[in-house]
């Protein structure tokens, strides 16, 4: 990022042409969804009107592009690995930087459309057709350029971050060594052409925050080296090559390792302050949903299995492998996510005060799987310092089951699952990620 505006967001210093054989362009339909959104925001800009669940629509839209471009990349390992590898904390962590990053952006456009109120030239309020003029103008790089940039480099960064997992899941039993490669057309960047054929060690810290993408739109690529060792030279020296540029960039770490797509230094913003924001929206601000009252005579009934008891709700728990000494099961949500239930939690949540009517969490149990695989909607909510929860929610006739996950230490859990009892307002809020289709 570069040039600082006077509201104090960045300007992105993206490459002015898309030169890479292998750039995937942003669906039209999706550009267009973006702009109804923008326009929509602008129009609450004028009449100044409430619109954080605007904004909070802006960043799940582009957030969730970013999200799909980084699943794609990732490739197959995504959901071959095992429950426990720790490829799914890292995509997780990767997801919640985009989210972030999204953020700013939209806080950035929100900033320079409201900038655009204001004739300065004639020192006067703008008419609205003059102001959304001017809106399309300023955010037609938004929309478009910027973002496929941005989604390009969030594909990028998957395709090299799982080869990087899999290179030092490896290092022992196939090599330890890995060389830079270029695609070696005359598009080839002169410092990424230093790094061609240089061989370096996996083990090496220095030299693998040489590894790609290390530039917008860039083409490089590490591959597994075999060959003579004598080859292998320090990440120090290499560093050395590429000099202060290097040092100074957004492209100086290895984002697998840091679990970043985007570095805070691409940012649009610095506070990212929609974010902290996101638990005062509740589904009510939200123009496209409604109460569950309202729609929840044409569900089916939530269909409650009373032979499970306190004698045997131990056999609904499947073991898929240790945290530490801990058991955990796992499961996926709707776009395959491994998400693991520690055995101590589904204890907890099936002992006590849990098994007495009106909780009954031991017989709503075999539900989790379903909810979090068919969610109707899924909230991000805010929970203190940058840490989130991810609220699953499905609606029945007569119930709302809920799930709420957390990014443990080392994966992505199951803290709890329960009937909603509380006033729906309290639970449908956040960030929107998915809605239930009508």
Request: hydrophobic share 35%; charged share 30%.
């Amino acid at each position: 990022m570069s040039n600082v505006t006077a509201f104090g967001a960045r300007v992105p210093n993206y490459p002015e042409s898309i030169c890479c054989d292998h750039f995937v362009a942003v669906a039209s339909g999706l550009s267009e969804r973006i702009k109804k959104i923008q326009d929509q925001l602008a129009k609450e800009i004028y009449e100044s009107k409430q619109n954080l669940d605007t904004q909070a629509q802006l960043i799940a839209e582009e957030g969730l592009l970013m999200i799909n471009g980084l699943h794609n990349g990732y490739g197959k390992l995504r959901v071959e690995a095992a429950w426990d590898a720790p490829d799914h904390l890292m995509l997780q962590m990767m997801e919640l930087n985009i989210i972030e990053f999204a953020a700013s952006k939209t806080e950035a456009r929100f900033a320079a459309m409201t900038d655009l109120m204001l004739n300065r030239d004639k020192n006067q309020i703008r008419s609205f057709s003059d102001f959304k003029s001017e809106v399309d103008k300023l955010t037609s790089n938004y929309n478009k350029t910027w973002l496929e940039t941005e989604y390009n480099f969030s594909i990028a960064t998957a395709q090299n971050s799982a080869a990087y997992m899999r290179q030092k899941s490896e290092a022992e039993s196939v090599t330890p060594y890995v060389q830079y490669q270029t695609v070696g057309d005359d598009q080839v960047r002169d410092e990424h052409a230093l790094l061609d054929g240089r061989v370096f060690n996996l083990n090496d810290k220095e030299a693998m925050r040489l590894y790609p993408p290390n530039g917008y739109n860039c083409r490089c690529e590490m591959i597994q080296y075999v060959g003579n060792k004598d080859k292998v030279i320090s990440g120090k020296s290499a560093v050395k090559l590429l000099g202060d540029q290097f040092e100074g960039s957004a492209f100086n770490f290895n984002r697998a390792d840091a679990k970043q797509v985007f570095k805070r230094s691409q940012f649009y913003t610095d506070d990212g302050e929609v974010l902290t924001k996101i638990n005062d929206i509740s589904y009510e601000s939200y123009k496209n949903l409604t109460a569950w009252k309202l729609f929840k005579s044409k569900l089916k009934k939530l269909k409650i299995d009373k032979t499970i008891v306190p004698g045997n709700k131990d056999e609904l728990f499947r073991s898929d492998g240790k945290r530490g000494k801990v058991d955990f099961m796992g499961f996926t949500d709707h776009l395959q996510r491994k998400v693991i239930l520690k055995k101590d939690v589904f204890d907890t949540h099936t002992s006590g005060k849990y098994l007495q009517k009106g909780e009954v969490r031991h017989q709503l149990f075999p539900h989790v799987k379903s909810v979090l695989n068919d969610a109707d909607e899924v909230w991000l909510i805010s929970v203190s310092d940058k840490k989130y929860i991810m609220r699953y929610i499905k609606f029945f006739a007569d119930e709302v089951l809920i799930i709420e996950t957390e990014i443990g230490a080392k994966s992505n859990e199951i803290k709890t699952w329960y009937k909603m009892k509380t006033d729906e307002i309290d639970r449908r809020k956040g960030l929107l990620l998915k809605k239930r289709k009508v």
